[in-house]
């Protein structure tokens, strides 16, 4: 049974930071490209960072490059998002997600976690 499940987040003040996790079970981690997207309330769904399984080349969106880290553990089967200099802008649930490569459009993603709220806030 394939199950992402993220945890990490909370309530921050603008300039904080936050480490989301998102542990993964049911497939081997390594053979997949993992991604973290966001939804704020009125939004669409947008992609923040992905991490390709082959050579761990990452990518992330103009909005949180030079902020924003992704990384992962295969050996732990899990990926972190590490999140710096937070905005009230990234304020939004926070979903990680899996699929073969990686790509900015939530229909290529076959697996999703339950998402984890991000609050930042003053």
């Known amino acids: 049974q394939v199950q992402l499940v993220e945890s990490g987040g909370g309530l921050v003040q603008p300039g904080g930071s936050l480490r989301l996790s998102c542990a993964a079970s049911g497939f081997t981690l390594d053979h997949y490209a993992m991604a973290w997207f966001r939804q704020a309330p009125g939004k669409e769904r947008e992609g923040v960072a992905c991490?390709?399984?082959?050579?761990?080349?990452?990518h992330y969106a103009d909005s949180v490059q030079g902020r924003f880290t992704i990384s992962r553990d295969n050996a732990e089967s899990t990926v972190y998002l590490q999140m710096n200099s937070l905005k009230p802008e990234d304020t939004a649930i926070y979903y990680c997600a899996a699929a073969t490569f990686c790509s900015w459009s939530d229909t290529e993603y076959p697996f999703w976690g339950q998402g984890t709220q991000v609050t930042v806030s003053s």
């Open positions: 991490s390709t399984y082959s050579d761990d080349n990452r």
